[in-house]
């Protein structure tokens, strides 16, 4: 039988590496995993100071009862080069910062005490995608996802890849195809496979078995009745529990999966064949001062964040294969992906192209269960052709998985289309400030950027970002600008039926290297800032849901009379997905404000928009003049279903201290946001006053306990290192404490 234990404690933890001591312990610091080696300020630092070796130890004891058994360490996760070493013996290198690998210890253990010893080198090696050249993104060093020990019997089921081939006939069926692991080489005569189908309930759907003889198994179970698909609003989960049974013994594992069928056309993209228009952001996997290495709960709430604050349908892990865990959120909740290989502009030697081909490989077979993937991207982001590399990636790409398509993300317009789907990173938007031939474009057409004369699918992967940089504590008519960009090219892409959607750039600002961002070592082109506080432009996405899915009323103002030139709040954008919005302020009369569809014609739904023309001569807050109160209601089908106030004076009354949760497991993070509000609950947009924050119980604080509010509010992380209650205070000099209590709870949770 198949166990997996947590092997994430007890680690110690050294700066250098001594090649000498693999096989002893040196002092160093005690970690748990996943781990960043360097923790980094929040901004202003020297990334280069995680670029050194470092290195990981753990002593366990191996048990009499794994005797000629299958022992590996299975690593989700290290940064950016590692090498393995059991009692002073190197078992495994991978030279790869996103993908999982294992170290085969079966042949090394000792009776007793037993030590592994992980190398791992941040450096930025040439040698290793996507590193070469200039990067916009950080790739902070360390083993930052989870390690599990494995202990199979001799013979185990390696990795298996499921298919739904007629998801959409009446009779389902699924084929299974498992790589079988013999490493000892052991007799397979008599071996079989089993295969159980249970949807989420348990509920058993189908099963079969068939004999296996060599290191695959192929294996379908046809007819199956009473099968839901898997769609972003009802996203129908089922598990396939394999059985081998072999001379050596019995192996279980189970894959979770879904019946669905996607397709990119020249009519867009498809979900179990109904056109949906992707909407969507990139994610880059980072947070604040611990970088990558926050562990299950925050990789699942950033993908909770993108389906239900953002309401996107898609979202692109730019620019490498992301957690296993935000994935499997993605599975869990309807929210579709683009997964892509690492990469970034540069492409290098051919050694550095067969390393990226391997990636292909590593990525697709890691992934090809998640039924949120729908298409990879098998190209280095904004790379220039090459053809013989990116055939050598479409070939591997297409012989692995040919239910998906794949793609490659490019700025270059005429680049070479191996692909199935042609992905464009547009950044036409802001060309005309210094291209003054071009009007304002929101995306260019299809056949300008592909240079060829026929239509082919097509998606925009990108677009904004450096074109637009907007922090979140940026004045309101540079975040109303913000917002406009973004609705201009959502608006275009769901105008033209021959874009499949619009990825934008990006969910969440991002540290990175000196020679972007605004010098901080943040690209603050997110929609949200790193602790995902959402800017304005957040709602920009979230008001095309629904209003069955959530209401959204968003003025885009801070409602103070001298914040904008010449005073005033007009124009006025109302992000909402309300039917239409009545302003109420001071003696004017109440106004009724449709969205704006004539500005705005393809948006599910369109923005209210308020101009100086709708108040001739008694414009809000003309300089000099008075100020007043204001009450935003919106409608729906003629009832008021929401409504936002402002007032006109301000003032710091309430420290506010929100949890994620309030109930997690130990070994978990959480993250909390404080902010500071006015009287009737609005964030002060200009408050930067420091508060303090102070943790009891059993819980370790990321980054500094002393911090600045930016723009009103400030987040931070506690990861929980124990069973216990957890007791969080935050001061603030004038609003005195407040305080969040988190029930921590005993037990790791597994898969
Ligand atoms: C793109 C790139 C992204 C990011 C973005 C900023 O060129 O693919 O990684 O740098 O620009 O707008």
Same mark, same amino acid.
């Given at each position: 039988?198949?166990?997996?234990?947590?092997?994430?404690?007890?680690?110690?933890?050294?700066?250098?590496?001594?090649?000498?001591?693999?096989?002893?312990?040196?002092?160093?610091?005690?970690?748990?995993?996943?781990?960043?080696?360097?923790?980094?300020?929040?901004?202003?630092?020297?990334?280069?100071?995680?670029?050194?070796?470092?290195?990981?130890?753990?002593?366990?004891?191996?048990?009499?009862?794994?005797?000629?058994?299958?022992?590996?360490?299975?690593?989700?996760?290290?940064?950016?080069? !590692?090498?393995?070493?059991?009692?002073?013996?190197?078992?495994?290198?991978?030279?790869?910062?996103?993908?999982?690998?294992?170290?085969?210890?079966?042949?090394?253990?000792?009776?007793?005490?037993?030590?592994?010893?992980?190398?791992?080198?941040?450096?930025?090696?040439?040698?290793?995608?996507?590193?070469?050249?200039?990067?916009?993104?950080?790739?902070?060093?360390?083993?930052?996802?989870?390690?599990?020990?494995?202990?199979?019997?001799?013979?185990?089921?390696?990795?298996?890849?499921?298919?739904?081939?007629?998801?959409?006939?009446?009779?389902?069926?699924?084929?299974?195809?498992?790589?079988?692991?013999?490493?000892?080489?052991?007799?397979?005569?008599?071996?079989?496979?089993?295969?159980?189908?249970?949807?989420?309930?348990?509920?058993?759907?189908?099963?079969?078995?068939?004999?296996?003889?060599?290191?695959?198994?192929?294996?379908?179970?046809?007819?199956?009745?009473?099968?839901?698909?898997?769609?972003?609003?009802?996203?129908?989960?089922?598990?396939?529990?394999?059985?081998?049974?072999?001379?050596?013994?019995?192996?279980?594992?189970?894959?979770?999966?879904?019946?669905?069928?996607?397709?990119?056309?020249?009519?867009?993209?498809?979900?179990?064949?109904?056109?949906?228009?992707?909407?969507?952001?990139?994610?880059?996997?980072?947070?604040?001062?611990?970088?990558?290495?926050?562990?299950?709960?925050?990789?699942?709430?950033?993908?909770?964040?993108?389906?239900?604050?953002?309401?996107?349908?898609?979202?692109?892990?730019?620019?490498?294969?992301? !957690?296993?865990?935000?994935?499997?959120?993605?599975?869990?909740?309807?929210?579709?992906?683009?997964?892509?290989?690492?990469?970034?502009?540069?492409?290098?030697?051919?050694?550095?192209?067969?390393?990226?081909?391997?990636?292909?490989?590593?990525?697709?077979?890691?992934?090809?269960?998640?039924?949120?993937?729908?298409?990879?991207?098998?190209?280095?982001?904004?790379?220039?052709?090459?053809?013989?590399?990116?055939?050598?990636?479409?070939?591997?790409?297409?012989?692995?998985?040919?239910?998906?398509?794949?793609?490659?993300?490019?700025?270059?317009?005429?680049?070479?289309?191996?692909?199935?789907?042609?992905?464009?990173?547009?950044?036409?938007?802001?060309?005309?400030?210094?291209?003054?031939?071009?009007?304002?474009?929101?995306?260019?057409?299809?056949?300008?950027?592909?240079?060829?004369?026929?239509?082919?699918?097509?998606?925009?992967?990108?677009?904004?970002?450096?074109?637009?940089?907007?922090?979140?504590?940026?004045?309101?008519?540079?975040?109303?600008?913000?917002?406009?960009?973004?609705?201009?090219?959502?608006?275009?892409?769901?105008?033209?039926?021959?874009?499949?959607?619009?990825? #934008?750039?990006?969910?969440?600002?991002?540290?990175?290297?000196?020679?972007?961002?605004?010098?901080?070592?943040?690209?603050?082109?997110?929609?949200?800032?790193?602790?995902?506080?959402?800017?304005?432009?957040?709602?920009?996405?979230?008001?095309?849901?629904?209003?069955?899915?959530?209401?959204?009323?968003?003025?885009?103002?801070?409602?103070?009379? #001298?914040?904008?030139?010449?005073?005033?709040?007009?124009?006025?954008?109302?992000?909402?997905?309300?039917?239409?919005?009545?302003?109420?302020?001071?003696?004017?009369?109440?106004?009724?404000?449709?969205?704006?569809?004539?500005?705005?014609?393809?948006?599910?739904?369109?923005?209210?928009?308020?101009?100086?023309?709708?108040?001739?001569?008694?414009?809000?807050?003309?300089?000099?003049?008075?100020?007043?109160?204001?009450?935003?209601?919106?409608?729906?089908?003629?009832?008021?279903?929401?409504?936002?106030?402002?007032?006109?004076?301000?003032?710091?009354?309430?420290?506010?201290?929100?949890?994620?949760?309030?109930?997690?497991?130990?070994?978990?993070?959480?993250?909390?946001?404080?902010?500071?509000?006015?009287?009737?609950?609005?964030?002060?947009?200009?408050?930067?006053?420091?508060?303090?924050?102070?943790?009891?119980?059993?819980?370790?604080?990321? #980054?500094?306990?002393?911090?600045?509010?930016?723009?009103?509010?400030? #987040?931070?992380?506690?990861?929980?290192?124990?069973?216990?209650?957890?007791?969080?205070?935050?001061?603030?000099?004038?609003?005195?404490?407040?305080?969040?209590?988190?029930?921590?709870?005993?037990?790791?949770?597994?898969?």
């Amino acid at each position: 039988m198949r166990t997996l234990f947590p092997f994430n404690d007890g680690w110690i933890f050294t700066p250098g590496f001594n090649g000498t001591a693999t096989d002893a312990v040196v002092d160093g610091t005690p970690v748990t995993l996943p781990h960043n080696a360097v923790d980094l300020p929040f901004a202003y630092f020297d990334e280069k100071s995680y670029c050194q070796e470092f290195t990981y130890q753990k002593r366990f004891v191996a048990d009499s009862s794994w005797a000629g058994k299958e022992v590996s360490l299975v690593f989700d996760g290290a940064m950016a080069d !590692s090498v393995v070493y059991i009692n002073g013996q190197q078992v495994v290198a991978h030279p790869d910062g996103y993908t999982p690998f294992e170290a085969r210890l079966t042949t090394h253990l000792h009776a007793g005490e037993n030590i592994i010893t992980v190398k791992i080198d941040g450096s930025e090696n040439p040698a290793i995608p996507p590193f070469g050249a200039r990067l916009d993104y950080l790739t902070y060093a360390g083993i930052y996802r989870e390690v599990w020990l494995r202990v199979t019997d001799a013979v185990y089921i390696e990795n298996c890849k499921i298919e739904t081939p007629n998801a959409l006939a009446d009779l389902k069926s699924v084929t299974l195809t498992a790589d079988i692991a013999n490493p000892q080489a052991l007799d397979l005569t008599n071996s079989q496979l089993e295969i159980v189908l249970r949807d989420a309930n348990g509920q058993e759907k189908g099963r079969t078995q068939a004999a296996v003889s060599g290191t695959q198994a192929h294996i379908a179970l046809e007819g199956l009745q009473d099968i839901e698909l898997w769609d972003i609003d009802n996203p129908a989960l089922y598990i396939l529990t394999l059985t081998l049974t072999t001379p050596a013994g019995v192996d279980e594992t189970a894959i979770r999966f879904g019946f669905r069928t996607v397709e990119f056309t020249l009519d867009g993209f498809s979900l179990n064949g109904r056109i949906i228009k992707l909407r969507g952001l990139n994610r880059h996997q980072s947070f604040p001062y611990i970088g990558y290495a926050l562990g299950r709960a925050a990789q699942e709430r950033d993908a909770d964040i993108l389906k239900y604050e953002l309401k996107l349908n898609i979202a692109r892990t730019s620019h490498y294969p992301q !957690s296993r865990w935000f994935l499997d959120r993605c599975d869990e909740i309807g929210l579709l992906v683009f997964e892509e290989i690492p990469g970034w502009q540069h492409i290098g030697n051919v050694a550095w192209q067969k390393a990226s081909v391997e990636n292909v490989r590593q990525m697709i077979r890691r992934d090809w269960n998640h039924p949120s993937i729908v298409i990879w991207g098998v190209r280095i982001n904004e790379s220039k052709d090459n053809h013989d590399f990116y055939e050598e990636t479409n070939r591997v790409a297409r012989a692995l998985d040919s239910t998906r398509a794949i793609s490659g993300v490019r700025c270059i317009p005429e680049s070479e289309l191996l692909e199935d789907v042609y992905s464009m990173n547009d950044f036409i938007l802001g060309m005309e400030e210094i291209d003054g031939n071009r009007p304002r474009t929101a995306l260019r057409p299809q056949k300008e950027v592909t240079g060829l004369n026929k239509l082919v699918p097509y998606l925009i992967t990108e677009f904004n970002g450096h074109m637009f940089p907007t922090k979140i504590y940026d004045h309101e008519q540079r975040q109303a600008e913000h917002v406009l960009r973004h609705l201009e090219v959502l608006d275009a892409a769901y105008g033209d039926p021959q874009v499949a959607g619009a990825i #934008g750039w990006c969910a969440f600002d991002y540290n990175t290297h000196k020679d972007f961002g605004s010098g901080d070592r943040i690209c603050h082109h997110g929609v949200m800032d790193m602790f995902r506080e959402p800017k304005f432009a957040a709602y920009a996405y979230a008001s095309q849901c629904e209003p069955s899915e959530g209401v959204i009323l968003k003025p885009v103002t801070f409602w103070t009379r #001298g914040e904008r030139n010449h005073g005033g709040v007009l124009p006025l954008i109302i992000l909402t997905n309300c039917d239409e919005v009545v302003l109420e302020s001071g003696s004017l009369p109440p106004r009724h404000f449709a969205p704006d569809r004539k500005r705005f014609p393809h948006l599910p739904h369109a923005p209210v928009m308020i101009y100086r023309e709708d108040y001739p001569g008694q414009e809000f807050g003309h300089w000099g003049m008075g100020w007043q109160d204001v009450v935003f209601t919106g409608y729906v089908d003629g009832k008021p279903v929401t409504e936002v106030r402002f007032v006109a004076n301000p003032v710091a009354s309430q420290l506010e201290l929100v949890a994620d949760n309030q109930q997690i497991v130990a070994g978990d993070c959480v993250r909390l946001m404080a902010r500071i509000l006015d009287q009737v609950g609005n964030k002060l947009p200009y408050m930067f006053e420091p508060v303090s924050i102070n943790i009891d119980g059993p819980a370790e604080l990321v #980054g500094p306990s002393n911090v600045s509010l930016s723009a009103g509010a400030v #987040g931070f992380w506690l990861i929980a290192r124990g069973p216990g209650d957890i007791v969080v205070n935050v001061s603030h000099a004038r609003l005195g404490t407040t305080q969040v209590k988190i029930a921590s709870t005993a037990g790791e949770r597994h898969e």
